[in-house]
């Protein structure tokens, strides 16, 4: 029977000597032989731990620098026999099996991290171990193969548990490993290489994969994977509550995840197809969701929200999900924050489907943004800045708010182009996104949109009759800015806010007629702020 | 020197046995020794190649049904030592240097690719077969390594050209070239056995990578990649013509051939921000030309154009690049298509900077879609299909013709959602996108930018004065047809529609609120039809 594989010989041969000389106590105590190199054996001799050393099973001697140390007829075979087909053959070749390796392979990562020479890189690459951990793990029916420090502790406790013994399932998992951990190996040296010799390449390891219910759509099936060792995923989202997560959700949830990440203080993000509708900050978060909220009010319907702080009860109240007037209770798909306060956790799980996650943007320290095309990849660094220089262009001498400035560009830059948003700072001080236009060929239509939203916005926080609604318009569509995500490549755009009664916008210029857009400001008495800095997004 | 390796002997082991006699005889003509293993061995004796048998060598057998064939202290030894350092160590231990190693890897690939049993594909993992590739990549300075027989005739040109030798720039590409293999051998292993345990992994490799200018913006950095091992890429376009390509023309391209690669007629998609502005298909190029400039000829300014036949002059000819009046002449980013006739090329070279593309669209059989989000990704099948059932539901019964509802699918399912497209057929039979509304938060707006844009282009085209604007519209709309890229949540949308005349509207169907909906339709006589299939894209 392979199914349990009594430990009688083990080979130990590590660069990371953590945590061997325990592993290597229990295995003795189970009466195990320990083979052993360099080194190793020198750390396992110290710890009184008797090692058997590795040229008197090789009959060979550590030659060429260590260059030649485990690799042989002899430890091979061993490592590879049929422990049943190959019994006799083995007999009388002399070889006896070896039921374990432990090991870990030059660090060749460390090395390459520390800048080395192609020299020094190529010294450190290692060919006894993997070839050992490959032998091993491909007759994992008979032998046991630890590549990991992290998994010494589980094996150490099953060999105790199990009478000196490994089982085929813990065997069967140790292969994969190994050769998850061969091919990482193999693909760090071969990207290394390629770089030294000026090719570019790139290899990538997902895991840990899930069936999503579908993909974008019901007909097309979807996958989510985690990045090989990566320390933070957004698969690490914490779901607290509620229906799985779709397809499109994930890909919203990035979005808002993104749109808050870089705002200094209380902030609500509201994504709806990847885009923010509603974005705000100030000092209090339930102000701050009501504002956000107001942006797009039809559209929130059904969104993804996202908070960069601990949400309170009083904050999530908003969404009246107790209201016995089902048309006041405000249906969404997603929240997500760092942290949900008890009593904000209670209030929300009133609402059986409600995705409740927590996740701290500030964790999103992305720093490449890759496209995946017809068997080809775009890659490139994420658009991490906000802007070059500001620079009044236009006799008008708008005194734009630095904060307004700033959260400006960051919903700009979020959203996907062509895109224009309109922001103010509100009377209480925080700063709101007042309408915004996406996603369009052509700069214009995104305009519209956006002035569009601001004026059903307006109305629908006009509180009349004190003063007349287009006097409340004029006054307020004076107070905000409008910012667009490329330059301007006509006049037009100026001429469609000035009507709409705008008076400063925020561009990147760069346009062969910056001139003559310069000249339309000037005639209507508008204020421009170049920024030098576009932030397209697709 | 370690320039030049002349090859005194070489180690073949192959399990690809093409062409391999022809590099064995190039080399024996060179006085190498040839030392072989089993099955390459008779080979190459059989072609009267005289070989030394690997057991001489080793002073071990072949052992344990094959899985023991070269693995040994001397093989190894005899590519891992360094000719200069270890020279006297090499000679105590009477181990001769190997100069170069031809080996290919069992088929893992193609065995697994035949659905082979675990234990039958644990049996063809190659263990002696990296172990020597690797060490003799380890030891290039010294050692060259053949892995691909797609090599072998440069190779044997090199020996035979340069007095038996490798140069040490063969042997850094072998060495890459070696490692790259063990990679993806080591990788296809590990998602199997991960498969195995059914456990979801992915591995990519992705190389041939440029520096583009730079990403989607100045201040990112940006670069282009081609997925290895892939019969065609869009990598493989050929460029005929014009300036560098950019990331974002990149990423159009792909929209724009995946637009016209459905078309089953003469087709042509105009691309602005990875939506198609402008799409028609029929019979005459020059006319679908026009009808596809037509559907926004303020985007198209700029855009990536795909044709999905070869290209004429007089197609061309519509962009008006000789016209002494600047303002006629037609500037464009880009033209797609599987060739260019002579005429046509000489036409559009007369525009420097145009960047004029050979590519077929027939090629893009991309199955599957990455996105790439924070350490993470989502990974799905492609939205291949258009509908699933063709349901009428309304009490007007639309005949809708058939050409016409598969070119309306192919338009909304390349629109990023929420998306609206209006099409319809020309009295020439032609098909043409007459307005598109997408990328929007919600619906309704995306329905609106879609009527504001077929009554301007309605403008365009209106003759006038024979009958009046009004009543050209309104015959014009009730041909139409409006398709929406996912259910209509409140019939809000429908009576959008019906003010601009539209008669005919296609959508999944699948909301709570079909039946009202549906009722507005019976209300006001408009056509609904069902196709059970939506086609969000993000």
């Known amino acids: 029977m392979s199914n349990n594989i009594k430990i009688k010989r083990a080979l130990i041969s590590v660069s990371d000597k953590n945590g061997i000389v325990s592993l290597a106590k229990i295995l003795r105590k189970n009466g195990c032989e320990i083979i052993s190199t360099g080194g190793t054996k ?9 090692v058997t050393d590795i040229t008197k099973v090789t009959g060979n001697p550590e030659a060429f620098g260590g260059r030649m140390k485990t690799i042989s007829f002899q430890i091979e075979s061993a490592l590879l026999f049929d422990r049943k087909k190959d019994k006799d053959e083995a007999n009388e070749l002399n070889i006896l099996p070896i039921d374990l390796i432990v090991c870990n392979l030059y660090p060749f990562e460390k090395v390459k991290q520390e800048n080395a020479s192609l020299e020094k890189l190529i010294e450190n690459i290692d060919i006894g171990g993997p070839t050992m951990v490959r032998a091993a793990a491909k007759n994992y029916k008979f032998v046991g193969v630890v590549v990991d420090p992290a998994d010494y502790q589980n094996i150490g406790k099953e060999i105790t548990e199990n009478g000196g013994a490994l089982s085929i399932e813990t065997r069967f998992e140790l292969m994969r490993k190994a050769f998850n951990h061969t091919a990482d190996y193999d693909s760090l040296i071969a990207t290394t290489m390629d770089e030294n010799a000026n090719k570019r390449s790139l290899r990538f390891a997902f895991s840990d994969g899930n069936k999503l219910r579908y993909g974008e759509n019901s007909h097309q099936k979807g996958y989510f994977y985690r990045k090989n060792n990566s320390s933070f995923s957004l698969k690490d989202i914490e779901v607290l509550h509620g229906k799985e997560l779709s397809y499109n959700n994930i890909f919203d949830m990035q979005a808002a995840i993104e749109s808050v990440k870089n705002l200094t203080k209380t902030g609500c993000a509201i994504i709806k197809h990847a885009n923010p509708c509603g974005l705000s900050e100030g000092d209090d978060q339930r102000k701050v969701f009501e504002n956000a909220w107001a942006g797009d009010p039809v559209s929130a319907f059904g969104s993804v929200i996202a908070f960069n702080e601990t949400v309170g009860k009083e904050t999530v109240e908003f969404l009246q999900l107790d209201s016995k007037d089902k048309f006041k209770r405000k249906f969404i798909e997603i929240i997500i924050a760092p942290f949900f306060t008890a009593s904000a956790k209670k209030y929300l799980f009133q609402h059986k489907n409600l995705r409740i996650i927590q996740f701290d943007p500030k964790k999103l320290d992305q720093q490449n943004d890759m496209k995946f095309l017809f068997n080809s990849l775009l890659f490139q660094e994420t658009d991490n800045e906000l802007f070059k220089k500001k620079k009044i262009v236009t006799k008008r001498k708008p005194r734009i708010n630095k904060e307004l400035f700033q959260f400006g560009l960051i919903a700009i830059r979020q959203l996907r182009s062509n895109a224009i948003v309109v922001v103010r ?33 307006l109305k629908n926080e006009y509180n009349g009759p004190s003063e007349k609604f287009d006097d409340y318009v004029k006054k307020q569509m004076e107070k905000v800015v409008l910012f667009s995500d490329a330059f301007f490549p006509f006049s037009d755009n100026v001429e469609l806010s000035y009507e709409a009664g705008i008076r400063t916008i925020v561009q990147p210029g760069g346009s062969i007629r910056d001139k003559s857009v310069i000249r339309k400001c000037d005639e209507l008495g508008v204020g421009m702020i170049f920024t030098g800095m576009r932030h397209f997004k697709h």
């Open 425 to 457: 700072k509100l009377d209480s001080g925080d700063m709101q996104l007042l309408g915004m236009g996406c996603g369009q060929p052509n700069r214009v239509n995104s305009t519209l949109l956006t002035i569009d939203k601001c004026k059903e916005n």
């Open 42 to 50: 020198k750390v396992l001799q110290k710890a009184k731990i008797p």
